[in-house]
């Protein structure tokens, strides 16, 4: 997926930047309003990740512009304001969710998903692997034709699984990738959701192997 | 010269008077240390009903009255106005002058009628007009006169009856003579004229009204002009032939007036005295107030009172009072 | 919020009182000046009759014989009578010698000056008023000077003047309770002009800083102008003060979010257990400190609100519907049900600013505390006096011995761990509640969650 990040603060961009293309996306950055409009004119989005304070401007004048436009890449703005009214007149805007800063990676992820799960208009990539078809912004898992609901953990960790399959995960990894940093779990929590993955995967050409000592890693029978 | 004669004349009645009084009578308590000493110029007789009833009110209360001629009570008032507490009198105009030059004591009065007051001082509590008295029986045919145009007329065409027949004041002796006559000089011209017929019949000179209606009454005299009416009546009841006649062009009625002298021994006996004195007027006749209360309008007797004004001291004036003598002289004395 | 204002005076009684004063000066000079000016009056009056009666007397006088006489006329004496009947004493003189009348009454004396004359004098104990004239008669043995002097006691005149006095003063009474009236009336027209003007700088928003419009009585034109510069200045001030604390904000802000991105990335990439502790603290006590300076601006500017409310009729289950639906991708990555019972309309007359904050806050806590993979449901339903909202979850519930205080400043939940929270949420919404004329009520449901009641 493509993302447009508007973030004036260089240090910053450059860890969300990371961050987002750790997960396997890609990112475009703009620092300033001239030029996110610029990326804009020239490439398609999938999301636009959007400051408020910028050096040219407010980016809620970016947001009304972008609007007017009749673009439909949906904006998550990310604020370092807190106050209620600013939320407000933000939606009121046109953005389509806003998180305050700092904020916690695996939020954006989900906000994300929330937000491009209800914009209609985009594409929805899916991986395939033999007969297993995997929609992770829809969260819909078919094996074999056959349609299976998963959890949102289940999700998360079946994609990345999947959009890195053949690498091996600790399960330490795993946690710091599916827990939020306030949820004191052990490790072998991760085995439930292996477990249940591994059941909803049963039969098919997908399989998640445990490397005693290592981890997990997911294989597919080719 | 001249002056020296007028004062003799002026003062001779006070001067005649001074040893004695006409009457002296006491009421009442006769063991009380000090009585209420009364100077006055009216009979006994009228008065002592009054203080009668006074005194009978009055327990422990003594009253002296004491009676003189008007003149003179006014000079031996002046004289000694310590030795009296009340002073009575019918000369109006020698009342308002003693009040005037502040022999009297103020005395409240509210419900007393403000023409019959002066200054607060000075109380009138009768209404008696000058009268003119005839003897029917002297008169027989000849018309009674209604004013002083017929008594005039009468006179003049009857000298033979009426020569030494008529009688009016002598205003050198009587204050109240003289205030009747300058009050009349002061209306009509009628007065000198009537003064003239009558010093022509060789009029008498009285120094009292009492004496007038004796002589009416015993036909010395035929009639008699400026009597007081009040003391004819009286005596008009016992004495069939006397008629009082009031003047119908312009009756002059006067005031019997009383003060509180300044220097009255006995200050609230004397105010008690008027008050009753006022008190009784009030009442009338039918209360038992033997003289002719206040009238209660000048019209009542269809002419005039003699009003309390300080214009009453005009002709007691001495160069007035010396012309006007002269003048009354000239018209009833000086034809003989 | 009303501040202490000294207070010394009152403008509408220190009005009242210089009108009033002025006018109780004035209603004096008033009466002064009027009494003094009748008693010119009077005075001319009786002067006048007296000068009459002196006059009358005088005309009569004829030398007769070398000898003078008067032959005056009763008018004479008589025009002095008068309502209080009062004393009349006169006197001729021929040069020096009287002829008649009062030998009390001062003699002429040589002079001449200025015939007739008027003297307030004493006679006899008693003050009166003196006319006298003279008139030279020339006979055949030479000229004879003939002096009349009339005098009156004062009685009706002093008489006349008590009772114009009285007259005047009750004049100067009504004059000065008229204008006491008129003083209050003034005084308090001019203090409606200041209420009026309170009234509507007091009837205002707490954010309507805009300059007074109205029209004002010009004296009050500097005051209200610089009102208007004081408010602008304020404007200006709060204006900045909230850029500012957006600045402040966004500094902090910014650098704690690079931090915690940082220290997120790095954590995929470190193995070592003592290098991941570390992080992982870092990263909480970031979320910490961003959540207690959210909370913390919250409950200030909630406390702000809760003296002015900004009220209008809402709809409380829709207010909720959005609130779960932006708080849902949070449940989701807990994998907590996060439903919404909405029975009925459930209308509220309030600030939605302040109950959105106070609500989103209660589902926050339910959200933080509950268990991954429970249920955490938010219900509205109306109830007699007004709608209710509960927020109910499966999780460890409220401590029994806490629950009373939970909902004061700062205090955290004990059971909670070290779950992310300041224990501020609670107060904010407490007093969100208060400011509505609510209550609040922490209870444990009978499977042990907590159960937050809001009864409006």
């Keep these: 997926m493509k993302y447009l990040l508007v973030e004036d603060n260089v240090d910053l961009a450059d860890a969300i930047a990371a961050r987002i293309k750790f997960d396997g996306h890609t990112v475009d950055h703009a620092a300033r309003i ?121 999700l998360r960790l079946l994609e990345l699984l999947m959009t890195a399959r053949g690498q091996v995960f600790s399960k330490q990894k795993l946690v710091d990738r599916l827990f939020s940093y306030d949820d004191d779990v052990s490790e072998n929590a991760i085995e439930v959701y292996i477990a249940r993955l591994r059941k909803h995967l049963e039969g098919s050409a997908v399989q998640i192997t445990t490397l005693r000592g290592l981890g997990y890693r997911l294989d597919h029978d080719r | 010269m001249r002056y020296l004669a007028v004062l003799i004349v002026a003062l001779w009645p006070a001067l005649l ?70 002073v009575i009198s019918s000369a109006m105009d020698l009342q308002l002058k003693l009040a005037n030059d502040g022999f009297a004591a103020p005395l409240d009065m509210p419900e007393h009628p403000d023409r019959a007051q002066w200054h607060k001082r000075l109380f009138g509590f009768t209404t008696e007009p000058a009268a003119i008295v005839v003897n029917k029986e002297l008169f027989a045919d000849l018309p009674l006169p209604r004013s002083r145009q017929d008594l005039i007329e009468v006179l003049r065409a009857n000298p033979e009856r009426f020569t030494g027949k008529v009688g009016t004041y ?36 009285y120094c009292c009204s009492g004496e007038m209606i004796d002589d009416l009454a015993t036909g010395r005299l035929a009639v008699a002009y400026n009597v007081l009416g009040s003391y004819a009546e009286a005596r008009a009841t016992e004495a069939g032939a006397l008629t009082v006649i009031l003047p119908s062009e312009f009756p002059t009625a006067m005031m019997r007036t009383a003060l509180i002298s300044r220097a009255a021994p006995q200050p609230e006996v004397a105010k008690a005295f008027l008050r009753h004195l006022i008190q009784m007027q009030a009442g009338g006749g039918d209360a038992g107030f033997p003289l002719p209360p206040l009238a209660t309008s000048n019209d009542a007797t269809g002419g005039t009172s003699i009003s309390l004004d300080p214009a009453l001291m005009t002709y007691l004036d001495r160069m007035k009072r010396q012309m006007f003598i002269q003048e009354w002289e000239n018209a009833i004395v000086q034809q003989d | 919020m009303t501040a202490e204002v000294h207070v010394h005076g009152s403008l509408r009684r220190r009005l009242g009182l210089i009108l009033t004063g002025g006018a109780a000066v004035l209603a004096v000079i008033l009466y002064l000046a009027v009494r003094t000016f009748a008693a010119q ?104 000077t003939v002096t009349v002097s009339v005098a009156q006691t004062q009685d009706a005149l002093s008489e006349t003047l008590n009772a114009i006095s009285r007259r005047v003063a009750l004049f100067g009474i009504g004059f000065f309770a008229l204008s006491t009236a008129l003083a209050l009336w003034a005084a308090a027209t001019t203090s409606r002009q200041l209420r009026r003007l309170t009234t509507s700088v007091t009837r205002r928003g707490p954010q309507d800083l805009r300059p007074v419009a109205q029209p004002v009585p010009s004296e ?26 957006a600045e402040a904000a966004h500094r902090v802000r910014t650098p704690l979010a690079t931090v915690r991105a940082y220290a997120e990335t790095t954590l995929q990439r470190v193995d070592n257990p003592d290098n991941r502790k570390a992080l992982h603290a870092m990263i909480r006590a970031i979320d910490e400190s961003s959540r207690a300076a959210s909370q913390l601006l919250d409950h200030a500017m909630v406390t702000f609100r809760a003296d002015t409310l900004t009220r209008e ?80 979850d499966e999780g460890p519930g409220f401590d029994a011995a806490e629950i009373d205080t939970l909902a004061t400043r700062f205090v955290r939940g004990k059971a909670m761990g070290h779950t992310i929270g300041s224990g501020l949420g609670l107060t904010i919404v407490q007093a969100v509640v208060l400011a509505h004329g609510a209550t609040m009520t922490l209870s444990n449901t009978a499977e042990g969650g907590a159960c937050v009641t809001l009864q409006f």
């Design chain 3, 220 to 245: 009050m034109g500097p005051l209200v102008a610089s009102l208007n510069t004081l408010m602008g200045r304020l404007d200006h001030a709060l204006t900045r003060s909230e850029e500012f604390l």
């Design chain 1, 34 to 154: 001239d030029e996110a409009v610029a990326f804009v004119q020239t490439n398609e989005y999938d999301l636009i990740l959007l400051d408020i304070m910028l050096p040219d401007g407010d980016g809620r004048s970016f947001l009304r512009q972008h609007r007017a436009t009749a673009n439909t890449t949906p904006v998550i703005v990310l604020t370092a304001r807190s106050q209620v009214s600013d939320r407000i007149s933000l939606l009121d805007l046109g953005a389509d969710d806003y998180l305050t800063k700092p904020f916690d990676h695996a939020e954006l992820q989900a906000r994300c998903r929330a937000v491009l799960r209800r914009n209609a208009g985009a594409a929805h990539s899916t991986l395939r692997l033999g007969d297993v078809e995997f929609d992770s912004v829809g969260g819909v898992l078919k094996v074999g034709g056959a349609v299976i609901t998963l959890r949102n953990r289940e």
């Design chain 3, 41 to 144: 009056i009077a005075q001319q009056g009786q002067d006048s009759i007296l000068n009459a009666s002196v006059t009358s007397i005088l005309d009569t006088a004829v030398l007769r014989d070398g000898e003078v006489l008067l032959d005056f006329p009763y008018a004479s004496l008589s025009m002095l009578g008068t309502s209080a009947d009062d004393r009349v004493f006169y006197a001729i003189h021929a040069d020096d010698r009287l002829l008649s009348g009062y030998d009390s009454l001062p003699a002429p004396g040589a002079s001449q000056d200025s015939l007739p004359r008027f003297r307030t004098t004493d006679h006899g104990g008693e003050p009166v008023r003196m006319a006298t004239d003279a008139r030279t008669l020339i006979g055949a043995q030479g000229q004879t």
């Design chain 3, 313 to 392: 009729d809402l709809e409380l289950s829709e207010l909720l519907r959005d609130l779960v639906d932006r708080m849902r991708p949070v449940a989701d990555m807990k994998d907590i049900t996060l439903s919404l019972r909405a029975e009925g309309p459930a209308v509220l007359h309030g600030d939605a600013i302040l109950l959105q904050n106070a609500l989103r806050n209660l589902i926050d806590n339910a959200l933080k505390y509950a268990p991954a993979e429970t249920r955490v449901e938010v219900a509205v339903r109306s109830e007699g006096a007004g709608p209710v909202v509960t927020v109910i």
């Design chain 2, 170 to 205: 002598d205003v050198r002796d009587s204050g109240l003579g003289y205030l009747f006559a300058t009050q009349d000089a002061r209306s009509s011209e009628t007065f000198w004229r009537l003064m003239e017929v009558m010093g022509r019949l060789d009029a008498r000179l």
């Design chain 2, 17 to 86: 008077a001074a040893a004695e009084w006409e009457d002296h009578q006491t009421f009442g308590d006769t063991e009380a240390s000090a009585p209420l000493r009364i100077l006055s110029s009216t009979d006994t007789s009228f008065f002592a009903p009054i203080i009668a009833a006074f005194v009978a009110r009055q327990p422990g209360v003594a009253v002296e009255y004491l009676v003189t001629g008007t003149a003179d009570l006014d000079a031996r008032f002046r004289d000694a106005p310590a030795a009296y507490d009340v």
